[in-house]
């Protein structure tokens, strides 16, 4: 599965922004996690959505303030993320498990090695 991230930009402090992740193909069958990384940091998970949208979880660092969704009829995933920060700076990545299925839970939207296929990454700058 080939995933596309896009939707990234230059936000001021206290905006929103919505990224997307999509693909050519079905997406249903995949837990969809987002990761950032900020320059000299490592990538951190910040949120994973099950297959059917049931089941949602985020990291601490955005808990309240980012919200995942999906549309499996468009193959979209979705991040709307608001009250942004200048910390939230970052490239995010959306990723899916397309090798082993992995559920979405609060540890496994933090693990890097749960997810096979990576989108490109798109870049989001917040202006102070």
């Known amino acids: 599965v080939q995933l596309q991230a896009s939707g990234g930009g230059l936000v001021q402090t206290g905006g929103s922004l919505t990224l997307s992740c999509s693909a050519a193909e079905s997406l249903r069958y995949y837990t969809i996690a987002w990761f950032r990384q900020a320059p000299g940091k490592e990538r951190e998970g910040i949120s994973c959505i099950s297959g059917d949208g049931d089941a949602a979880y985020y990291s601490d660092s955005v808990k309240g303030r980012f919200t995942t969704s999906r549309d499996n009829a468009k193959n979209i995933v979705n991040l709307h993320m608001g009250n942004l920060r200048p910390d939230d700076t970052a490239v995010y990545y959306c990723?899916?498990?397309?090798?082993?299925?992995?559920?979405?839970?609060?540890?496994?939207?933090?693990?890097?090695?749960?997810?096979?296929?990576w989108g490109q990454g798109t870049l989001v700058t917040v202006s102070s």
């Open positions: 990723a899916a498990d397309t090798q082993r299925p992995v559920w979405c839970t609060s540890i496994t939207l933090g693990l890097r090695g749960s997810y096979q296929s």
